[in-house]
């Protein structure tokens, strides 16, 4: 069993930054896949970026790519998801997520979630 616990987000300006974290209760992420999802409200949840454990393979969806950035600390067990140049259409939960198989995180689905950390963009 992972669990993760995303940590980092809070309320940005548009045109800001924020970076997320989460770290991973597993010995080692070998052989995993780590992602971002987001959910706005009254909207489904969407996929926004994944890596390999070896920090090969970012894979970014069109909203968010050249914006975001998403990167691993495999020494800290630790993905992070820095987000620049923030538009109000940003705001959302953002989850992390984790699994063995990367092309069903890139798909949009992962076994394992973290709860959740509120990212709000102001105009």
């Known amino acids: 069993q992972v669990q993760l616990v995303e940590s980092g987000g809070g309320l940005a300006q548009a045109g800001g930054s924020l970076r997320l974290s989460c770290a991973a209760s597993?010995?080692?992420?070998?052989?995993?896949?780590l992602g971002w999802f987001r959910q706005a409200p009254g909207k489904e949840r969407e996929f926004v970026a994944a890596?390999?454990?070896?920090?090969?393979?970012?894979y970014y969806s069109d909203s968010v790519k050249g914006r975001f950035t998403i990167s691993i600390d495999n020494a800290k067990n630790t993905v992070y998801l820095q987000m620049n140049i923030l538009k109000p259409e940003d705001t959302a939960v953002y989850y992390c997520a984790g699994s063995r198989n990367y092309f069903r995180v890139v798909g949009g689905s992962a076994e394992y979630w973290g709860q959740g950390t509120q990212v709000t963009v102001s105009s």
């Open positions: 597993v010995d080692t992420f070998t052989g995993y896949t």
């Open positions: 890596i390999r454990w070896s920090g090969l393979n970012a």
